[in-house]
Every structure is written in structure tokens, then in C-alpha cells.
């Protein structure tokens, strides 16, 4: 148990952060935008689970490849 709260003590903490807040405020977004849009590139009910759990890369491919312009 000692060791374990020993390695989380080792993290660097002030890189971590940042990047989760990063991956967690992307990942957010793309649900919202998932949710909202009436129409997505494929069922929208895969991209929501890509974008929740492929962590990072799954909110920038649905950016990227899942919306559809409603043009």
C-alpha cells in the first residue's frame, strides 16, 4: 500500500493536469456536439462511445470524420 501512494506522490503532477484537463474539456465538446447535431457520419450512438472511450484520439475523429454539415 506504501508503494502506491508512493508512486502517486512521483507523478508530475503539473504535466499531467494539464493534459487531462485538455482531454476532458475535447471530450466533453464532442459529446455535446454528438448529442445536438440531428445528423452524424455513421449511428450516432458509436460515435458517443468512441468519443468516451478511446480516450483523446476518440473525440478528434469524430471532429474530424463523424459530423455531417447539415447544409
Known sequence: MNELIESIQDVNWPLIAPLFLLSLILMITAFVDCLKRGQTNGPKVLWIL???FINFFGPI???????????
Open 50 to 52: 468512441v468519443i468516451v
Open 61 to 71: 475523429a469524430y471532429f474530424l470524420f463523424g459530423r455531417r454539415n447539415n447544409e
